[in-house]
Each structure stands twice: as structure tokens, then as C-alpha cells.
């Protein structure tokens, strides 16, 4: 993935250039007196319907989970 910089002033007339970079994958940051300021990214698409339970075995809870905190045992 290839990176480029480009200053406000510049940015201005080249923006849908700068648009079609970025949604090729390309880093396009934009700077404001050589300094980086924003960087334009493509907008990520779904990738189809979501499906119920598949993150099962992938998260785990602590069984003292909801146990109060020992730093704020002062305060009980």
C-alpha cells in the first residue's frame, strides 16, 4: 500500500483524484504547513448479512466480572 502526502492548498483542485486513491487503497494524507492534519480513507462495505453466534468461543468473562474493584473498596 503506497502512501502519499499532499498539501490543503493542493488537495483543494485534485480532490476527486484524491477520492479515487484512496478508495484504490492508497494512504492520502493531507498536510497544512508540512504537517499531517487528515487523512482521506475509503469507506469499508459490509460484507453481507451479519450472523447470530458467530463470535461464540471467541469472547471471554471473567467470573469475578462484576466483582467491586479493590482501588474503590474506600468508597463502599
Given at each position: 500500500m503506497?502512501?502519499?502526502?499532499?498539501?490543503l492548498t493542493h488537495a483543494q483542485t485534485r480532490l476527486p483524484e484524491l477520492?479515487?486513491?484512496a478508495a484504490r487503497g492508497e494512504d492520502v494524507i493531507l498536510?497544512?504547513?508540512g504537517e499531517a492534519v487528515a487523512k482521506i480513507i475509503p469507506i469499508t462495505?459490509?460484507?453481507?448479512p451479519r450472523q447470530f453466534g458467530s463470535a461464540k468461543g471467541l469472547i471471554h468473562m471473567a467470573d469475578d466480572f462484576d466483582e467491586p474493584l479493590e482501588e474503590f473498596e474506600d468508597y463502599m
Amino acid at each position: 500500500m503506497s502512501q502519499h502526502a499532499i498539501d490543503l492548498t493542493h488537495a483543494q483542485t485534485r480532490l476527486p483524484e484524491l477520492v479515487r486513491q484512496a478508495a484504490r487503497g492508497e494512504d492520502v494524507i493531507l498536510t497544512d504547513a508540512g504537517e499531517a492534519v487528515a487523512k482521506i480513507i475509503p469507506i469499508t462495505r459490509a460484507r453481507g448479512p451479519r450472523q447470530f453466534g458467530s463470535a461464540k468461543g471467541l469472547i471471554h468473562m471473567a467470573d469475578d466480572f462484576d466483582e467491586p474493584l479493590e482501588e474503590f473498596e474506600d468508597y463502599m
